[in-house]
């Protein structure tokens, strides 16, 4: 669905869109409601007319009112009350299921979205949205059924039944309404405002809570208890105090809306009780008038209170349509088409990538990875191996250059086809709360189990996966917490190997492996890369000496490209780093710890 950009912060025009783009599709449902609630409203305005008939007859005596009155008061309240069941049901289906299909949208909107966008708030921030934010949302679509539009049809009702028994003392009662509408207002402008800035620090709030308790054992091992402790009683203090200024705001409208009905109420009185001791008005008038104006109130009061309550919904709906309207900018062209791969040759023509305007990743990258061969690259942190690595399957594009696979620009190629082709293998390693054969088969669905139990034997998980107390159908728990390390390392890799792409990415793919497992893995992996392109970052040298090409990289640049005897004899900067891990690895040995 295309999405226009909201131009006005208003809250009409954010209704308006909710309304185009998730209300509408339910307005079979919403009518039948809508009747409903002219039912409620039409009951409710006939009890001021039934009181007064009621003791306008007493007073003439007219004993059948006896009969007939109470009959007609079970009928009207039976037919009201089943039309408020009725009401309350729908509104309740409408408004879970839209709820339901906004947070989904958001979602495949947050999976669809670049590592860039993803980037510039926390999980837990996004988390947050779909509790706190649709919280006041639910609130809101619930409220405009039950109090803007039933109780504004019950208070219609109710001042036509008023206008209708004395237009004069109606006049004199809505005196009040244009004094008390102008503070409402105001109150519902600072609630909007203040809910914005409330929902903003409690989505950085539980993003500080989800660091610290994710860094526990950093925070232990540096005994920083005290001073994460001392950042989350700010950061809730503040989210008490937004919310406290918040309830402030909504406590001033409940005074403000009974003071304002008081003095309706007390002139009503005033002029009734003249009429009617003067003998210009029935005991019947007196009565059936203040109930309907007593009835009028309770309305009267909601619709005031609402105000406040599409204030922060409108907060909300604004940062969740904002971020809808945000377009990823890694797309596809319109004229996009499979990629085709028939050598796997990847060519970096001038590169230029950069995060930050203040931050290049890469200047001029010209390097070319020959097809079936392996293309190692080597630098120190910072000099932008990940960087290329993540051009290659479009996580990020480039600035200024190209980049082509058999001489197709990837910019050119669906996402889907492209992907398709390439196996990443890294050391973040990504596990899903799922069964250990679940998350080896992500990487083809539609796996048999045997061929899921072959790429884990060629990854050196088999053996492991087989003596977990359920095997393959075992939980790995959220991000794999259920296993160590180098296991979470080692069924990444298996899926990997279940892929089978013609294009292998591979980011110090055996780190987190003991050095046994590294041996088993690190055979297997040269079988999985013979006859297929490889892209490898290793931050071991010796794991890239039987690379095919070495790409040196230093500040975003290839400075040196060879195999690793040619970049020693040179005495470049790979010979410096080559020197500094023998030098490392020496000392760890003399140390008695394991150079690997």
Do not use: C
């Not at 958001?106 to 999976?111: A, D, E, N, S």
């Not at 706190?132 to 619930?142: P, W």
């Not at 989350?232 to 001033?252: I, P, Q």
């Amino acid at each position: 669905m295309a999405r226009r950009p909201l131009l006005r912060g208003d809250t009409l025009p954010l209704l308006g869109r909710l309304w185009r783009e998730w209300l509408s599709p339910h307005r079979g449902t919403l009518a039948v409601v809508l009747v409903l609630i002219a039912i409620v409203g039409a009951a409710t305005g006939l009890y001021p007319a039934l009181i007064k008939a009621a003791f306008d007859a007493f007073d003439h005596k007219d004993t059948s009112a006896l009969a007939y009155g109470p009959l007609i008061v079970i009928a009207v309240t039976s037919v009201r009350g089943f039309a408020l069941f009725g009401q309350t049901v729908l509104t309740n289906r409408v408004v879970t299921r839209v709820e339901a299909d906004m947070q989904a949208a958001l979602y495949g909107h947050l999976i669809d979205s670049d590592l860039a966008q993803l980037g510039r708030e926390s999980p837990a921030a996004f988390t947050q949205r779909f509790t706190t934010d649709f919280a006041f949302i639910k609130e809101a679509l619930t409220r405009i059924s039950t109090v803007l539009l039933r109780d504004l049809a019950m208070l219609i009702a109710l001042v036509i039944a008023l206008i209708w028994m004395d237009p004069l003392l109606t006049l004199a009662a809505a005196v009040t309404v244009p004094f008390v509408a102008g503070p409402i207002g105001r109150i519902g402008k600072k609630l909007r405002r203040v809910s914005t800035t409330t929902q903003e620090q409690m989505g950085a709030t539980a993003s500080l809570i989800t660091e610290s308790l994710q860094g526990a054992r950093v925070a232990k091992t540096y005994a920083l208890e005290g001073y994460l402790k001392g950042r989350a009683t700010e950061a809730l203090d503040e989210v008490r105090r937004l919310k406290m200024k918040a309830a402030n705001a909504r406590g001033r409208l409940d005074p403000l809306l009974e003071v304002g009905g008081g003095f309706a109420v007390a002139g009503v009185l005033v002029l009734v009780g003249q009429r009617v001791m003067s003998g210009d008005r029935t005991v019947g008038d007196f009565t059936g008038y203040v109930a309907a104006l007593l009835l009028a109130a309770q309305p009267a009061r909601a619709l005031g209170t609402l105000n406040a309550i599409l204030q922060e919904a409108a907060a909300a709906l604004t940062r969740y349509f904002a971020l809808m309207d945000e377009a990823p900018t890694i797309r596809e062209k319109a004229d996009a088409r499979p990629l085709s791969v028939t050598r796997g040759e990847i060519r970096f023509e001038g590169v230029h990538f950069r995060y930050r305007p203040d931050a290049p990743a890469l200047e001029g990258i010209d390097l070319v990875v020959p097809a079936a061969s392996t293309t190692a690259l080597v630098g120190r942190s910072g000099s932008g191996k990940s960087s290329l690595l993540n051009l290659v399957p479009r996580l990020h594009d480039v600035m200024e250059g190209r980049v082509l696979i058999d001489g197709q620009d990837l910019r050119d190629v669906t996402l889907a086809s492209l992907r398709a082709h390439v196996g990443v293998v890294s050391q973040e390693v990504v596990l899903f709360d799922d069964t250990v054969a679940a998350n080896i088969g992500f990487g083809r669905p539609g796996a048999s189990r045997a061929e899921i139990e072959e790429a884990a034997r060629a990854a050196a998980a088999h053996g492991f996966i087989e003596r977990l107390g359920e095997g393959y159908e075992f939980r790995v728990g959220p991000s794999g917490g259920r296993l160590s390390g180098g296991e979470r390392q080692r069924i990444s890799l298996a899926r990997a190997f279940l892929k089978d792409a013609p294009i292998l990415l591979l980011d110090e793919a055996t780190s987190a492996l003991d050095s046994e497992s590294e041996h088993l893995v690190q055979a297997a992996l040269e079988r999985l890369m013979r006859g297929r392109t490889t892209l490898v970052i290793a931050h071991r040298l010796s794991t890239v000496r039987e690379a095919g090409r070495i790409a040196v990289l230093e500040a975003g640049r290839v400075v040196e490209l060879g195999r690793h005897d040619e970049l020693v004899a040179a005495g470049g900067t790979y010979a410096r780093l080559h020197r500094l891990q023998l030098s490392d690895d020496s000392g760890a040995v003399r140390a008695g710890a394991d150079p690997a």
